[in-house]
């Protein structure tokens, strides 16, 4: 919980001056699909999924906060990525993970994408 939800937290709330004094009004977090409420159809990894969820919820509600001063705030989900915690045989190499993350990020400041939106590594939104 201090790593996957207050770290990102308190890190954002630490960066919020120099954002607001910044041309690109973007907030962007790493979570996961599952932290998604919606997709609880296996178990397992309880403690990191109840984590993730509580990141999700606070960047849905700080995109609300920052609403008035036109921040863009996203949640992404990098894939399933072969590291240590995804495995070798996890289909979504790193490499193409931090690409496709790049490409969303930098596309998502287009009136399409809402703040607070929850999407995976390649633009695809994702269920709360």
Same mark, same amino acid.
């Given at each position: 919980?201090?790593?996957?939800?207050?770290?990102?937290?308190?890190?954002?709330?630490?960066?919020?001056?120099?954002?607001?004094?910044?041309?690109?009004?973007?907030?962007?977090?790493?979570?996961?699909?599952?932290?998604?409420?919606?997709?609880?159809?296996?178990?397992?990894?309880?403690?990191?999924?109840? !984590?993730?969820?509580?990141?999700?919820?606070?960047?849905?509600?700080? !995109?609300?906060?920052?609403?008035?001063?036109?921040? @863009?705030?996203?949640?992404? @989900?990098?894939? @399933?990525?072969?590291?240590?915690m995804g495995g070798a045989s996890a289909p979504v190499q790193v490499d193409d993970s931090v690409a496709g993350m790049l490409?969303?990020?930098?596309?998502?400041?287009?009136?399409?994408?809402?703040?607070?939106?929850?999407?995976?590594?390649?633009?695809?939104?994702?269920?709360?």
């Open positions: 919980f201090q790593t996957n939800t207050l770290g990102p937290i308190i890190a954002t709330r630490a960066l919020l001056p120099l954002l607001r004094r910044g041309t690109r009004k973007q907030v962007v977090a790493v979570s996961s699909q599952l932290g998604s409420i919606a997709n609880t159809q296996t178990a397992g990894y309880a403690d990191y999924r109840m !984590s993730k969820a509580a990141l999700n919820m606070a960047l849905k509600l700080l !995109s609300n906060e920052l609403a008035p001063e036109s921040f @863009h705030v996203l949640i992404l @989900h990098p894939g @399933h990525v072969a590291t240590d490409d969303v990020i930098t596309s998502a400041a287009k009136p399409t994408t809402p703040s607070g939106a929850f999407m995976d590594w390649r633009g695809n939104a994702l269920p709360w």
